[in-house]
């Protein structure tokens, strides 16, 4: 009965979102980067929502994300389509969305430990594909900025993917795997924050978002570093990689201004 209550709820909230939009919106380049961008983490935030309803962690929270994300990967997936210019980001397309008729009906299903396992790799597979979307329209276009923009797109994908995988280790034991995963996340999330904000392309407004991100990055590890100690904090982890989500979105945006100014002049 959950099954289909979610999946009701996601069908009204995908109707909702398509109502709001023109019947046919066209993306600049600028937005196609940053948009496919957002598929890779609407689908570690599926995965990490799934955990949070099964662990009992902020459910009502972890509900309304899980059908807010769903929709919002329908909606947006849809877009791209539309927007493809080469027959290669068809093709890229294309496998995602044959992955995802799979895979939605499984994420909106009520939370099972013993196909956890299958459905982690199964979401690896979805954010594999996610990420080709991405890179294959960056080779496309060859635009300055395209970069920036994939990589502040991917920390908001991070901060998706280190809070699934906390969360993972939390309700359901100690993978070596899915342990791999999080510290793989954590390192590249601090790395290629580092990156930002030596960016030459920053404006000021960038640099001084940027440096709230470092100031909250900096305030987590000590989470993960409970974490090694065997000591678990769930819901602040989920609360603070919500946060760095956000802020990571903005400046996501900003880089896209940047590019869709610089391709304009």
Request: with cysteine; aromatic share 6%.
């Amino acid at each position: 009965m959950k099954v289909f209550q979610s999946l009701f709820s996601s069908i009204l909230l995908l109707t909702a979102l398509l109502s709001l939009s023109p019947a046919v919106y066209a993306l600049n380049d600028a937005e196609a980067v940053n948009i496919s961008g957002s598929q890779r983490m609407l689908s570690q935030r599926m995965m990490k929502s799934y955990l949070m309803l099964g662990a009992g962690i902020k459910p009502e929270v972890a509900q309304q994300q899980l059908d807010e994300s769903v929709a919002q990967f329908e909606e947006r997936l849809l877009m791209l389509k539309d927007y493809a210019p080469s027959a290669a980001i068809n093709n890229k397309l294309a496998q995602v969305e044959d992955l995802w008729q799979q895979h939605r009906v499984r994420i909106l299903a009520t939370p099972d430990k013993s196909v956890i396992d299958n459905l982690m790799r199964e979401n690896l597979n979805m954010l594999k594909a996610c990420n080709d979307v991405v890179d294959t329209i960056s080779s496309h276009l060859r635009m300055p900025g395209t970069e920036l923009i994939n990589i502040a797109g991917r920390q908001r994908m991070l901060s998706q993917r280190i809070a699934k995988a906390y969360v993972a280790l939390y309700w359901n034991g100690q993978s070596p795997a899915v342990r791999q995963e999080f510290s793989d996340a954590i390192r590249l999330f601090g790395d290629s924050l580092e990156q930002l904000r030596g960016s030459e392309m920053n404006t000021a407004e960038v640099h001084d978002a940027l440096e709230k991100v470092a100031s909250q990055w900096h305030f987590s590890q000590s989470g993960f570093e409970l974490d090694a100690e065997g000591r678990y904090v769930p819901t602040v982890i989920a609360v603070t990689t919500e946060s760095i989500l956000w802020k990571m979105n903005d400046i996501t945006k900003m880089y896209e201004r940047i590019m869709a100014t610089q391709s304009n002049s």
